[in-house]
């Protein structure tokens, strides 16, 4: 009987450790605050950190507004990214980032200056997105 108490506990202790690793293993998979992610950007720099860049870029895919926000701001000095800077704008303001909303109508006043007739198109989209910015914003508070 002793010997099955030992073995009881000791399979118990394993499995309390496996939950915890697992438990471990899924707070990493999860998008951090917007502090962790705007400081994670701040260390990519002029020069550039691809670790960094990669996880930005991994938290931007799992749908964080902040991490979309601050790779389409790195994304701007790149002119072979701006498209992609302008998407994610559009993302990040279309789920409720003010900032980005702001980035977006910059691109757009940048995008109507470049071309004599102006883009209306690019107007009109970022004037739709952050309408729906602010409403999201208003929902939310």
């Not at 860049?53 to 072979?80: K, T």
């Amino acid at each position: 009987m002793e010997l099955f108490n030992k073995s009881g506990v000791l399979i118990s202790a394993v499995l309390l450790l496996v939950g915890g690793l697992i438990a471990c293993q899924a707070q990493e998979d999860a998008i951090p605050s917007s502090t962790v992610i705007e400081a994670a950007a701040m260390q990519i720099g002029p020069a550039g950190q691809p670790a960094a860049e990669r996880r930005l870029q991994e938290w931007a895919d799992q749908g964080s507004p902040v991490a979309q926000r601050e790779l389409a701001l790195r994304y701007l000095s790149n002119p072979d990214k701006r498209h992609e800077a302008m998407q994610l704008f559009e993302r990040a303001a279309s789920a409720g980032d003010a900032q980005a909303a702001v980035g977006l109508v910059g691109m757009a006043h940048e995008a109507s200056a470049a071309s004599p007739g102006g883009n209306a198109g690019t107007a009109l989209n970022a004037s739709r997105v952050i309408k729906e910015a602010a409403t999201a914003n208003y929902i939310a508070h």
